[in-house]
């Protein structure tokens, strides 16, 4: 039976997981101090008065606001909104005891600091359990401690942890904070106690209607440097600019210039603008006008190019199609959007007709060079503030979200970066992204905009990396525009091949995740003069909205830094009152200015919930973007993002819900619960499905993955399907994910063992089985189910030739997806090279 203070304790500490810790600063590896740093403040008699008097007015003691005071600083500082800290006043009790702190932004500051107060009186009065029954009490191992952060005041107590001690009555008030050097570097102590103070200072003066939000522990010049000074961006533009007609402007410019090129196929300016504007006709003999969607279904050539053009001169705005979702998806994206012309390539209309049968909105289905009938009327011209594109990633709630944009964020976008980069005629992309990312809105019509030239790559050439290697070594290509892993994947590569005589590669960009810390020295190896340029932000915010020149990189970053906002665009780190939050302290981080989206298509609620009025920069009506982000300032304002809030993630770049993956399965026969989670760290993250069956049902997680494929995209199919008795539980009810066990032993998902006997056989199981980090792999494993991806197929072919002497291509490891298969056709290799002879084995 529980004590009365042991269920106190345990009703004050529910749902507690972990004490409170600040984030350290960053530092160079194997320069972390051991010793302290500490910090000194004292204020001058008035100002103490003004703080008794404060106090005095709701009945409390100087000292009860110190306390209350370091809650709500440590709150900001940790990027909390639960915290707990230690507390003591000299007299009160012989030990400092835990308090626990949850800010409401909307409560009166009174109010908060008297019940902070009651809470603090209840701690003392039931203070005395051992320190294993609070653990027990808090439902954590023991040994956990409640607490790392401790105000004493009066000097009542010292801890090994960060500690505000305070002296403070009527006529005094002496600040000292000190902390381990791992904790805050000396710049970050004095800052934190200026904090202190500064908020204690606020308290003192507020009025008696001031609520939390209205008080904070930053000072003034500190909240204009975060609005004003890192947003000072304001760049003025050409207004009423669509992006079609950059294109065109370019095209009379240079009308013979080569605009957009695949293999042996190119058309000129004149003639992408001429084959646009005859589809640009033919859909307005459809009808088709500003405010509608086309949707693209589409392969990858130069008459893409001409699509998206055509689309947009049409007056309408396009969204594309993945041709490799399911069906069902597909339809359920076109009667959404009221699509009523799809256009697709000339050999895929029966197909794409089949596909779009039964869906009520689609009239017809063209292929892009469609001509249009004599009596085609003039297409009607959008304006900048028309919808140009919508472009869908993942949803919580199982349907995927369409982000639709307007003309004018994406043509200051455009502007932005052809002038800070000095994109011009002599520039090439290697256009590598598909449609349904973002990306490609810039590298077709930003480097047309500039009088660049669009090398459309194939689907064969993007699905193999050295090919794309070389044709980054063999072709005029000068710019390079893809998320991190699209890279990452040619890196084992460029070690392989013989350094180039010559490269023209001068610009790359990459975003969309995090950005590998060995990649840009990597890539400026293998192609010397290239600039490494990292961007962020979203889909909703016009493609990037953040940039940060990457040069040497700091051996103290865990991380490529965010970076700062581009032109017109804002960019805000806020605490959970919606304040600029202090330097080095984590908040959420909201987008706004000239880049925002017009929301999502067809769901106000969601709109209104993401996109809030924009409370910091003046500008009736404008907007801020919520982007689930977590993030924090350096001190000269540069960003560094620091991961997600919510259960969204990035695996190699897309955008995945993790609701929405859990969603899908959750509707799969047999299926009673659903949990997806991501193992790994950025380029090894993959998502791994839990399954609870039904009773008396046991499904083979191979066949759930198949089954899955037919509702979800190919990238958001769970790399492993573990099977489960029942989902791990907190003892207070909830899922806990850190429970979970780990993948790669998925049980019936893999064949029975056998051993392999060649050298060869040997050689790569032990290769695949470093790689795709299990215990062991036999000749019938396969590589993807054990959670092999492209990035590992790159790194698998550079360790065959370092331990077997051997070029093997990407296509083998696709064809030859068993560990047998495939060492037979690396031994069948291995032989004709013995004897010179050409290969004559599954490898070609």
């Not at 401790?150 to 960060?162: E, Y």
């Not at 003639?271 to 504007?277: M, R």
């Not at 940039?547 to 051996?555: A, K, M």
């Amino acid at each position: 039976m529980l004590t009365t203070a042991s269920q106190y304790w345990r009703d004050l500490l529910a749902d507690f997981t972990e004490p409170t810790r600040l984030l350290p600063p960053r530092r160079r590896p194997g320069t972390v101090p051991a010793g302290a740093v500490a910090a000194a403040l004292n204020w001058d008699s008035p100002q103490a008065a003004r703080l008794a008097a404060a106090a005095g007015r709701i009945g409390l003691r100087p000292a009860d606001v110190v306390v209350a005071a370091w809650g709500l600083v440590l709150a900001t500082t940790a990027g909390a909104e639960d915290v707990v800290h230690g507390a003591l006043v000299a007299g009160d009790a012989a030990e400092p005891v835990p308090v626990r702190v949850r800010p409401v932004p909307g409560m009166l500051v009174s109010a908060h600091l008297a019940g902070a107060h009651r809470q603090y009186t209840e701690n003392v009065r039931h203070a005395g359990l051992p320190g294993e029954q609070l653990a027990a009490c808090a439902g954590v191992p023991t040994g956990t401690p409640l607490f790392e952060t401790l105000v004493s005041v009066g000097g009542a107590a010292d801890g090994p942890g960060l500690c505000l001690s305070a002296d403070v009555d009527a006529g005094r008030v002496a600040l000292r904070l000190t902390g381990p050097a791992a904790v805050l570097d000396e710049a970050g102590v004095r800052r934190l106690l200026v904090h202190v103070s500064q908020l204690l200072a606020a308290i003192a003066d507020a009025p008696v209607t001031a609520r939390l939000r209205d008080i904070g522990p930053l000072s003034r010049f500190e909240r204009h440097r975060a609005v004003r000074q890192w947003n000072a961006t304001g760049v003025r533009r050409e207004a009423g600019l669509c992006i079609h007609e950059l294109v065109e402007r370019q095209a009379a410019r240079t009308p013979d210039a080569t605009a957009v090129l695949q293999g042996a196929e190119r058309l000129t300016y004149a003639e992408l603008d001429a084959a646009a504007d005859r589809l640009a006709r033919r859909l307005a003999a459809e009808g088709v006008g500003p405010g509608d969607f086309v949707a693209l279904h589409l392969g990858r050539s130069v008459n893409t190019v001409v699509a998206l053009l055509g689309v947009l001169k049409s007056g309408a705005a396009y969204a594309p199609i993945d041709a490799g979702q399911p069906v069902e998806r597909i339809r359920g994206l076109l009667t959404g959007l009221r699509c009523a012309v799809v256009l697709t390539d000339r050999d895929s209309i029966a197909t794409v007709e089949a596909v779009t049968a039964g869906v009520p909105t689609v009239r017809t289905v063209l292929w892009t060079g469609a001509e249009p009938p004599a009596d085609a009327p003039a297409p009607r011209r959008a304006k900048a503030g028309d919808q140009a594109y919508v472009i869908f990633t993942s949803g919580s709630t199982g349907a995927p979200k369409g982000v639709v944009l307007t003309h004018a964020p994406v043509v200051n976008l455009i502007e932005w970066v052809n002038e800070t980069h000095a994109i011009g005629p002599d520039d090439r992309v290697l256009f590598v992204t598909s449609l349904g990312f973002d990306l490609s809105v810039y590298d077709v019509f930003g480097v047309l905009a500039a009088g660049g030239s669009v090398r459309v790559a194939t689907a064969a050439e993007i699905g193999d990396p050295q090919r794309l290697l070389s044709i980054l070594d063999s072709e005029p290509i000068t710019f390079w525009d893809s998320a991190p892993a699209a890279l990452q994947q040619l890196e084992p590569l460029f070690a392989m091949r013989p350094p180039p005589a010559a490269t023209s590669l001068r610009l790359v960009f990459l975003s969309g995740d995090w950005v590998p810390l060995s990649l840009p020295d990597a890539v400026r190896t293998a192609f010397p003069g290239a600039r490494i340029v990292a961007l962020g932000g979203a889909t909703e915010a016009a493609i990037w909205s953040n940039s940060f020149p990457v040069g040497v990189v700091d051996p103290a970053w865990t991380s490529i830094p965010y970076g700062r906002p581009i032109a017109n665009a804002h960019y805000y780190v806020l605490d959970a009152a919606l304040r600029p939050a202090p330097v080095g302290a984590p908040g959420d981080l909201y987008i706004g200015g000239d880049c925002l989206a017009l929301g999502y298509h067809g769901d106000p609620a969601l709109t209104a919930g993401k996109f809030v009025p924009d409370h910091l920069s003046g500008r009736s009506g404008a907007r801020l973007y919520r982007t689930g982000d977590r993030a924090r300032y350096w001190p000269g304002g540069t960003i560094e993002f620091l991961g997600r809030i919510d259960n969204q993630v990035k695996v190699r770049g897309f955008r995945i819900e993790l609701g929405e993956v859990e969603a899908a399965l959750a509707t799969l026969p047999g299926v009673a619960t659903a949990v997806a989670v991501v193992h790994g760290e950025r380029a090894d993250a993959q998502i791994v499905a839990y399954i609870v069956p039904e009773p008396g049902v046991y499904p083979d997680p191979r066949y759930v993955r198949e089954q899955a494929a037919e509702l979800l995209p190919a990238y958001m199919l769970p790399s492993h399907v573990m099977l489960l008795d029942a989902v791990p539980v907190t003892a207070n009810g909830k899922l806990d994910r850190r429970a979970l066990p780990a993948p790669g032993e998925d049980g019936p998902a893999r064949p029975p063992y056998v051993a392999p006997q060649t050298a060869a056989e040997h050689a790569i199981a032990a290769i695949w089985a470093d790689l795709l980090q299990v215990e062991r792999v036999g000749l019938d494993d396969n590589f993807f189910d054990l959670g092999g991806h492209s990035l590992l197929i790159t790194q698998l072919i550079a360790r065959l030739k370092v331990a077997l002497e051997i070029d093997v291509p990407i296509r083998t490891v696709l064809d030859h997806q068993t560990a047998g298969s495939f060492a037979a056709a690396v031994e069948a290799a291995l032989i004709a090279a013995l004897e010179h002879q050409p290969v004559q084995s599954p490898v070609a």
